[in-house]
């Protein structure tokens, strides 16, 4: 397949690379520092039992998307109408766009400015980093739930193929409101303190307001009809032994002086709640500290 990888940070490039080893043609659309650096040395995949560069082609333009059959959209979830109209003049309309983006409402988002493009939803369950500009470093996972489609089974044998294991799944809107309970849980913390999750959670504290967190995203998803696993708050636990180094990509953007998606995350909550009328205190502190260091870091 040709794909290209819209927004390549830490999720597009690990996605990107591993398409690339198997044989896809795969190009890396993103900011200056990551081309330049890609072109000059290829991508650097950091990875158990790989650590080496792969001489993929990148581009800063969408122009590069143009005759793509898959674009991973991997850009920050502020970022999604535009770059999606920046995709649009370029896409065929039969190609297939994934959304690979923190939050549940990108790729309603994403459908309404690439009209007759096959727009998906994809739960993204990977702890990876940008360790340097061209350098991405995997810290464990990698596998896909992506929304039903025509061709989504056949998209999935493929990237399974490739080393990405994927599933489709019919319930993919409750895997992504499980994935952003996960992530309100553990990504403002992590980029307060600036500390990786297995570290975060020995905090005095910390476990106990991540516990009430996660109940007002309990009540928020019933209210909404999302059914979130049973097992959700023991789940949430579970990062921190499985991915113990990793620090969240809320905490690795504001380590960068950008701005997160804190809105898309915690703050997506706290609007919910605010129309629901359900209550959502730790949510709503959580957003608005993170806010405070974004403007900091502005």
Not at 262 to 289: M, S, W, Y
Request: with cysteine.
């Amino acid at each position: 397949m040709k794909i290209a990888v819209m927004g390549a940070g830490a999720v597009g490039c690990y996605y990107g690379a591993r398409l690339f080893q198997a044989g896809h043609e795969v190009v890396l659309i993103g900011r200056g520092a990551l081309v330049e650096a890609v072109r000059a040395h290829g991508l650097r995949l950091q990875m158990d039992g790989f650590d080496g560069s792969l001489p993929m082609p990148a581009a800063r333009d969408a122009e590069a998307a143009r005759g793509a059959e898959v674009v991973l959209f991997c850009v920050k979830s502020g970022d999604t109408e535009a770059a999606g109209r920046a995709l649009a003049p370029v896409l065929a309309p039969g190609s297939t766009v994934l959304s690979l983006q923190n939050g549940v409402d990108n790729a309603a988002r994403l459908a309404a400015v690439l009209p007759g493009r096959q727009v998906l939803p994809a739960v993204v369950y990977v702890a990876a980093e940008m360790a340097g500009a061209g350098h991405v470093r995997h810290h464990g996972r990698g596998e896909l739930v992506i929304g039903p489609s025509p061709s989504s089974q056949a998209l999935a044998e493929d990237f399974t193929a490739a080393g990405v294991p994927t599933r489709v799944s019919a319930h993919v809107a409750d895997a992504l409101w499980t994935k952003l309970v996960i992530n309100c849980a553990y990504n403002a913390l992590s980029a307060l303190t600036q500390l990786p999750y297995g570290e975060l959670v020995r905090g005095e504290g910390i476990v106990a307001s991540m516990r009430e967190a996660v109940t007002e995203c309990e009540a928020v998803a019933q209210a909404r009809g999302i059914a979130l696993p049973a097992t959700m708050w023991d789940d949430v636990l579970a990062i921190s032994r499985s991915m113990a180094g990793q620090r969240s990509s809320t905490a690795q953007d504001v380590a960068r002086g950008k701005p997160s998606e804190i809105d898309h995350i915690n703050g997506h909550v706290v609007r919910e709640g605010e129309a629901l009328g359900i209550p959502t205190p730790v949510n709503r502190l959580l957003h608005a500290l993170v806010k405070l260091r974004d403007r900091a870091g502005a």
